[in-house]
């Protein structure tokens, strides 16, 4: 399976970013067992949230903001967290909402795809191929260029697949689409991905 490292797109909070919104929203909490089931939950997450909020936004700003606002939405919402799913999907769902309703998601998700559309073409095959194996690169930098160079909704579905390891279904969670929908942009995602960086880098890929 290609696989990107963590480290091309880990962004690490700025110091008191727990100290915000969200963590304030926590101390309200403090004597309740959800509010600490809550955090117990939430908080390794923090870093995976960041990261991803930054790839949405491109911002690193806007991404602590939709970081906080997913935080204080999830928390108050967190009664209606189904025990024995998944969390993480479940979270970054509502961070791709907030995302959406952000004036730089409202751009974003004007991007119409193909692939949204089953009935018009055959669904990809998202088992691995030969170019997921010829991805395993160390030119973490040229792995970093391409992906901000592929359209937002591919990177969006391969970062949730490749870095988070959400499985399939999970990734259609989050982003409110069919599982073969996901399946077809992975592909496509990949097969993009690995042009970009063959045109980059030529024989040594």
């Not at 490292?5 to 970013?17: C, Y």
């Not at 939430?42 to 930054?54: E, G, M, T």
């Not at 395993?136 to 970093?144: C, F, P, Y």
């Not at 359209?151 to 599982?179: G, H, M």
Request: net charge negative.
């Amino acid at each position: 399976m290609f696989h990107i490292h963590r480290r091309v797109v880990d962004f690490i909070p700025p110091p008191g970013f727990l100290t915000c919104s969200h963590s304030e929203a926590l101390c309200t909490m403090s004597f309740a067992a959800s509010s600490a089931t809550f955090e117990q939950l939430a908080v390794p997450l923090l870093p995976s949230l960041y990261s991803h909020a930054f790839w949405l936004s491109r911002d690193h700003a806007e991404a602590e903001d939709l970081v906080q606002e997913t935080l204080t939405k999830s928390l108050r919402a967190f009664g209606s967290f189904e025990a024995g799913t998944n969390f993480k999907a479940w979270i970054f769902r509502i961070l791709r909402n907030t995302f959406l309703t952000s004036r730089t998601g409202i751009a974003s998700a004007r991007t119409v795809f193909l692939e949204d559309h089953p009935d018009l073409l055959d669904i990809a095959d998202a088992s691995p191929t030969p170019e997921d194996h010829i991805l395993r690169l160390d030119n973490q930098a040229a792995v970093n260029e391409a992906l901000d160079r592929l359209q937002p909704a591919l990177r969006e579905v391969l970062l949730l697949c490749d870095v988070e390891a959400l499985k399939y279904k999970d990734i259609a969670l989050v982003l409110d689409v069919p599982i073969g929908t996901v399946m077809s942009r992975i592909s496509r995602a990949r097969r993009t991905l690995y042009q970009m960086l063959q045109s980059q880098l030529g024989e040594s890929l």
